[in-house]
């Protein structure tokens, strides 16, 4: 029909019609039995104000062709059917919750909704063939509606979309997740053909049933997997579906690798737990995982097996120094990688259900310094991203796992880094105790590199660079001294330190916050891209001393500044309680 519709009247639809003309109609059509309506855009129906109703068993709207969005409120009895064919790409943008009938996808063509009531709750969706999609485009909140067939499910564009258990998606309809979240609550298996690059997050009410992609899913997703309280094994199907996507183990999951090696395309250990199986003599796991990328941030790697784990006074040959102890002996392989980022610190390492921490198992030793004991070294089980020989994932090694600092100031224990390209520069055993560092950094900088350390005492840097290389890893030190000639560099972390006395210089990094109580400086700070906060104010006395273009938060105290700043560049500010105190032009 291509005559022109107006009107606001009733327009009884019981036969095959198709609209063809531009209408303006803002009525009602009425599909009863038999009727089907048939239009190829929008404005055949009229203006967005005119409604739809298929009011029998037999009642179709067949939407053919159509590449718009339809505004109009369609409703529809259980059994009647809205045709979506023809390659259409159509939306639906009413709330069209009265419409409890079936939307049947055809020919290549796809239905883009935001919401629940845009297909309306009750209402089924059927797509015939591979090349027919239902999008939930922005969804956010939990699908229910029945999709049969073998067509496309699609959540895109940032939508949220949760499955729960008693979803009715059929498994022969593909899922995709293309820049956006899927949430499967409590769901045990997942067997659809799953692709796109977005979240999915798995989720259990009970952290102790398992989660299982099924033997359809295959390889082609290549997003995030996100395990949150529940129990998952790297078995076939499973570690097929992982391909090429990242499994990220997150609070309260536990993995069991078990006795096949598996290759996954990224790892991110997130507060779960990642179960391996192997014991010394041997030198792998009985399953090695290998992956491109590897996160180390937080969480719990156990070894289970036979084995036995002697924790023995360690030999030690003569001259070996501490760093080189730290380095450590690898004995088992669990995780080939490419690429790591984080550090093994952030983790907690299981030995057959024990807890292996820095000193409660350690074997301890004294170390002498001028006739004084000024530490305890303490070796034990522990875990490394790298092999030592060039190689990188995540290791079981016997190590310097701690030093427990005794002695203070000029005698306190003295790290000195060593010549040569194989040298270890690295020192990652945890730090505690009253006493503190004494760092002699002229052959290579030296990085502390333990987060959790927690010495007292205080940190000279006689020479070279000494750097920071986690929030932290300064440990609860009084004084940060800096002779001149040597430096510190904050590298972007975060540290608190009782006060610090600098004669040669400090970097703070990009994003890099160092607080401190007095400041007695008489070498140059850089604040370019981080921040120094100062408790109790303090000296800066030498020109340019202050550079960079960062920020400057004198909270308490007098900072005296007796010389030019001009390299300073950045924002101060000063407390209520505060002050600073300026002896000539250009000090800030």
Known sequence: MTNVLSGGGVINTNAAVTLSGNNSFSGAHQIG?????????????GASSATVNLGTLTSHLILNGVSESIANVLSGVAGSTVDIIGGADTALTANNSGFLGQYALA?????????????????SVALAGAGDTLSLSGFNGTFGNSVTGSGVLQVTDDAEVTLTSSNGVSNAVTIDIADATLNLDDIALFNHVLTGNGL????KNDASTAFDFGSTVGGAFSGIVNLTNTTFALSADNAAALARATLKLSDDSVTTVGATD?????????????????????????????VTDLALNSGTISITGAGNWENEHPVTPP???????DRGDILLELINAANVTGNANNLDLLVDGTAITSGTQGVESAIQQGGSTVANAIHNYGLTSSNGNGGSGLYVNYTLSALELLANGANALLLATESGLTANRVLNAELFGVGGLVVDAQNGALTLANGNNRYEGTTTVTAGELILGANGAFGQTSLLNIASGASAN???????????TNSGAVTLGNGGVLTSGLLTNGGILDLTGGALNLAAGGSSTVAGGLTGAGTLNINGGDLAVSATNSGLSGQT??????????????TL
């Not at 919401?115 to 709750?121: D, I, K, P, Q, V």
């Not at 001259?319 to 102890?325: A, I, P």
């Not at 500010?573 to 250009?586: P, Y």
Request: proline share 2%.
């Open 200 to 203: 999915l997050n798995v989720a």
């Open 573 to 586: 500010h000063i407390a209520d309680v505060a002050s600073v105190t300026l002896t000539g032009t250009g």
């Open 319 to 325: 001259n070996v120094s501490l760093l080189e102890q």
């Open 262 to 290: 598996r290759t996954l395309h990224g790892l991110d250990l997130n507060g779960g737990t990642l179960i391996f199986d192997g014991s010394p003599p041997q030198s792998q796991a009985n399953g090695v995982v290998t």
């Open 107 to 123: 020919g290549n063509s796809k239905l883009t909704v935001a919401s629940t009531n845009n297909l309306g709750a009750s209402s």
């Open 33 to 45: 039995t038999d009727g089907e309506l048939t239009v190829g855009q929008a404005s055949n129906l």
């Open 490 to 500: 904050i590298n972007g972390y975060r540290q608190t330190v009782g006060a610090v």
